[in-house]
């Protein structure tokens, strides 16, 4: 996957990361900018309303003092005496003025009086009002205190308001070009901070979802940290697991699907390779065949026939059981008459080779709960097993016995025994551990799959033990204080 400069230059602007953190050195700057200037006005503003209340306080201590050296007899006619009164309250950052009601006009600082603040006072001396359409000579809002000398107004000290140029140099002074990029930078800095932590994280998690994308799901997203992010790149990670274990679960279906289709190809092919050859000689045959071989050959076929049906029969079962169809009908038992119908349904055979079966149920086993129809299936598979490598003349054991809160059902014979290495492969589906040591003819491979199904659906489990001489095939279920139907 390839990126564009096109789509990196849009990556930029559209990235949360850069929006984060350019808006956090947006807002700082612009929020100090701001607090600096109304600060500074606020602390050049002139009136009652904030810190310029001390200029007021000097216009009337400069008036008060002018009053009473009025009221002293003090010789205020030159203007040096009245600029040294006005310099004892003078402010290095503003201008005081004092204009007496004979047009005499001085400045703190010695210089010529504004014309605009000495009509303004002329204006205020002579009592004539002010209007819209005759705005204030003087430029903007001053600040006035009448000097009176025994009742009789003399004059006004006047404070001019500061220049918008003093606003502007006190507000570049305290902003520098320096201090204003220090500024940005420690914003930046602090941005850089706060984000990328947070922009390491979800690049990880990023990185990660592009994997999983790709195919690779192992990919896993650092989810170290307990905030948002970790919390969800911890549920992206179990995300990934699941995504792991299904992959693996259908990869492992997939692959038990083709063994089967594969199996079961093979296990159907013989016999219908066997009946076809059959058949096809006895439809060329003309008559020449004798009787005994013709009853030999369609008997073959009859054989292979059922072969077929109990192929197919199994198959079913074991689909059932894979697929957990139908429901199972727990109930109470009697296993005593389980083992007599499997008894009686092998007796003949039994009989024809000698072979003894026999049964023994312990008097707390007597009543068991489980699906009765489906354990008989068992029992009936692990004794047809056990009659296939049973030799002549020997014996095949079925026990069942109660121990806890659990009920164990026992098929022994006296085989020559499995060899180790065939165990763990025995409930596989059409696994045969040797056909060679088959007293009797071989069965479909399925009927131990279909004991192992039956069991697992019970919530038990089936083992095998074995040695030359002694095959055991144990099955432990648990028993359930009252019966109940179990769909599956």
């Known amino acids: 996957m390839t990126t564009t400069g096109r789509d990196r230059r849009a990556r930029w602007w559209n990235s949360l990361y850069w929006r984060v953190g350019l808006g956090f050195v947006v807002f700082v700057v612009a929020l100090l900018v701001v607090q600096s200037a109304i600060f500074i006005y606020w602390v050049d503003r002139p009136g009652e309303g904030g810190p310029g209340r001390g200029q007021l306080r000097r216009v009337l201590a400069a008036a008060a003092d002018l009053g009473r050296a009025f009221d002293e007899g003090a010789p205020l006619g030159a203007r040096g005496d009245v600029e040294a009164v006005l310099q004892r309250h003078n402010d290095p950052g503003g201008a005081l003025y ?197 009853r030999r050959y369609l008997g073959t076929v009859m054989d292979e026939t059922l072969r077929l049906e109990r192929i197919v029969a199994d198959l079913v079962d074991l689909a059932r059981v894979e697929t957990h169809a139908g429901a199972l009908d727990l109930r109470v038992f009697a296993p005593a008459r389980i083992f007599e119908r499997v008894l009686r349904r092998h007796e003949h055979e039994a009989l024809r080779r000698s072979i003894c079966i026999t049964s023994s149920v312990a008097a707390d086993a007597d009543q068991l709960t489980g699906d009765p129809d489906r354990l008989e299936q068992v029992v009936e598979n692990l004794v047809a097993n056990a009659l296939r490598y049973v030799p002549d003349g020997g014996a095949i054991a079925l026990a069942a016995v109660a121990t806890g809160d659990a009920a164990i059902l026992t098929v022994a014979d006296t085989g020559t025994g499995i060899a180790a290495e065939h165990l763990p492969h025995l409930f596989d589906r059409f696994y045969k551990a040797d056909p060679a040591r088959a007293a009797g003819p071989v069965g479909s491979g399925l009927g131990l799959s279909i004991v192992k199904g039956i069991v697992e659906r019970h919530g038990g489990r089936v083992d095998v033990a074995s040695r030359p001489g002694r095959t055991v095939f144990t099955v432990t279920l648990p028993q359930l204080d009252q019966p109940a139907s179990a769909s599956l």
């Open 98 to 294: 004092a204009v007496l009601t004979d047009g005499t006009a001085v400045a703190a600082d010695g210089r010529p009086v504004p014309d605009g603040v000495r009509q303004t006072a002329g204006l205020m001396l002579r009592r004539e009002r002010l209007s819209r359409d005759r705005p204030l000579p003087s430029g903007g809002p001053a600040t006035y205190a009448p000097i009176q000398s025994g009742g009789v107004l003399k004059g006004l000290v006047v404070a001019a308001p500061p220049p918008v140029s003093g606003f502007l140099r006190e507000f570049t002074r305290v902003l520098s070009p320096q201090n204003f990029l220090l500024l940005l930078g420690l914003t930046a800095i602090a941005a850089l901070v706060l984000v990328g932590p947070a922009r390491r994280r979800l690049a990880g998690l990023e990185a990660a979802a592009l994997r999983v994308a790709g195919g690779d799901l192992g990919a896993r997203a650092p989810d170290d940290g307990r905030d948002e992010v970790s919390m969800v790149a911890r549920a992206f990670n179990r995300m990934g697991a699941e995504l792991t274990a299904r992959d693996a679960s259908l990869q492992a279906a997939d692959q038990s699907r083709r063994q089967l289709f594969a199996d079961v190809s093979h296990e159907l092919k013989t016999p219908l390779t066997a009946m076809r050859g059959y058949l096809e000689t006895l439809q060329m045959d003309d008559g020449g065949l004798e009787l005994e071989r013709r």
